[in-house]
């Protein structure tokens, strides 16, 4: 398996009346489309009912640096008819956003977790390197020892390109069920001192519990059904 050192984060939403074109288009078309570019590695879609922008496109790359190359870059400034149409109908509500892996725990869930746990925060400089310790040393690999935690992984953001300002850290745990974490297990684990003394210490945080809509599209699964438009 290849291993993602990048991460690229879409998310979307639309009005409800376009909500069935609007997965559409991800699916038969711009998944298909990304996920065959070099240096992308594989991509899931997930969705989050209560989140401000319900949808969430990961795209894992080979490292950071995709997300301003020109593959990447190409297919935004030349959109297929079907992505004009579909961006005039999610307007404003975008997030995107690149991030680096810094620190991975536990291994790539096969199949796919069918739930996934978000946390996005910033952190002040003064604790940064004490906060990547303290997931690195403690928290991750506590984590992933509950049952029905699968991975955890954390990542730091190097360009936000939207309308909000994303967080600069983002943490994800890959999960079984939605009850996963907030398990008696988990809310032990997350008892720590160290955990008690590193929480207060997030800022613009955001947490999303994200349901698994569209399973792994691999880089060479794409590359064998080469995107066509069809629109």
């Given at each position: 398996m290849n291993r993602a050192k990048g991460l690229i984060t879409v998310r979307l939403h639309t009005a409800p009346e376009h909500e069935e074109e609007f997965n559409d288009w991800y699916d038969l078309e711009h998944v298909p489309q990304l996920t065959a570019l070099p240096e992308f590695v594989r991509t899931r879609r997930y969705h989050c009912a209560s989140a401000d922008i319900r949808y969430l496109a990961w795209y894992e790359t080979s490292d950071e640096s995709v997300e301003g190359g020109p593959y990447f870059q190409g297919i935004v400034s030349n959109p297929t008819p079907w992505s004009l149409r579909i961006r005039k109908l999610y307007g404003e509500n975008r997030e995107r956003m690149n991030f680096k892996l810094m620190c991975e725990a536990g291994d790539p869930p096969r199949p796919d977790a069918p739930w996934?746990?978000?946390?996005?925060?910033?952190?002040?400089?003064?604790?940064?390197?004490?906060?990547?310790?303290?997931?690195?040393?403690?928290?991750?690999?506590?984590?992933?020892?509950?049952?029905?935690?699968?991975?955890a992984r954390r990542y730091m953001a190097v360009a936000c390109t939207s309308g909000h300002s994303g967080p600069k850290y983002l943490?994800?745990?890959e999960l079984t069920g939605p009850d996963v974490w907030e398990s008696p297990a988990a809310l032990q684990v997350r008892k720590s001192p160290w955990n008690e003394k590193m929480r207060p210490l997030f800022g613009n945080a955001r947490r999303a519990l994200y349901r698994l809509v569209a399973p792994s599209v691999e880089h060479d699964q794409a590359l064998r059904t080469q995107y066509r438009p069809t629109h």
């Open positions: 996934m746990y978000i946390v996005h925060a910033d952190i002040p400089q003064h604790v940064v390197e004490e906060y990547n310790a303290w997931l690195d040393a403690e928290h991750l690999p506590r984590c992933v020892a509950v049952p029905g935690v699968l991975r943490t994800a745990y």
